[in-house]
């Protein structure tokens, strides 16, 4: 075995391993917020719409997305072995007071938290993914007039394209595109999808106060110039800001559509 595959075998490798993809994915949470901050969009869900048929379909943002998929993966299995090999290394627990001590309770229940995020990543594909790419979503037109900007949207069947169309005709600028904004609106009308996409997000939350606190220290950010502004990401970006936008948007259709 090279010295290459050794590091990487190691305990501290597969920390740092945890430490990439959970950093990719925490950058990946702030874009995918960023783009669905479209659904509060007053406008029939065109902007969300168009977001979701440049996501899927736009060359550079699917290599990385394949690259999100293995990111997932790599991180949860990571995360077992990392589980199975301390549970190994230490078979008699800690006291009580003496394994509370040193940690916090987001840092012991890390496997819990994932878990919870592992069924709620595929609670989401199931809903939105799966039947984005399996045209199980209606379809929907839009016609903005182009010297009024008014849009009036309609629902329509697939008729003679697939996916997406955007063109100008008669004054009108006419989008024809799959209706995720709609698949959306009518999932979040189950109360208890809504109810565990909040709890998922309280998990989230746990779980990356500690995670991303935890992998700057691996990576060797653990000098005190950098620890109070990793702090404060991991709290009110990661912690807090992130969660509450994500789940308030299940609220936001269930009480407010």
Request: with cysteine.
């Amino acid at each position: 075995m090279s010295s290459f595959n050794r590091a990487l075998t190691s305990t501290l490798g597969k920390k740092l391993i945890m430490s990439l993809t959970g950093l990719f994915l925490c950058t990946f949470l702030i874009v995918h917020l960023i783009g669905n901050l479209q659904l509060f969009k007053d406008d029939a869900g065109k902007a969300f719409n168009d977001y979701a048929y440049f996501m899927t379909h736009f060359p550079p943002i699917k290599a990385v997305s394949y690259l999100l998929y293995a990111s997932i993966i790599i991180h949860a299995i990571y995360a077992l072995i990392l589980t199975i090999y301390n549970k190994k290394a230490r078979p008699v627990a800690y006291a009580s007071y003496a394994g509370n001590k040193n940690s916090t309770w987001n840092s012991r229940n890390m496997g819990i938290l994932g878990t919870v995020l592992l069924v709620f990543i595929a609670t989401h594909m199931a809903n939105f993914w799966w039947k984005f790419h399996n045209d199980q979503v209606p379809y929907i037109e839009y016609r903005t007039d182009l010297s009024t900007l008014e849009t009036q949207a309609t629902e329509i069947s697939a008729g003679d394209f697939i996916d997406y169309q955007k063109f100008t005709q008669d004054g009108e600028e006419i989008t024809k595109a799959r209706d995720l904004y709609k698949q959306v609106s009518y999932a979040f009308q189950n109360p208890l999808l809504v109810a565990f996409y909040v709890l998922a997000m309280a998990a989230l939350s746990f779980h990356l106060i500690h995670g991303f606190r935890s992998a700057f220290q691996t990576l060797g950010f653990d000098h005190k110039k950098y620890v109070p502004i990793i702090r404060f990401l991991a709290v009110w970006i990661f912690g807090i800001i992130i969660p509450i936008a994500f789940a308030a948007m299940p609220l936001y259709f269930f009480f407010c559509k």
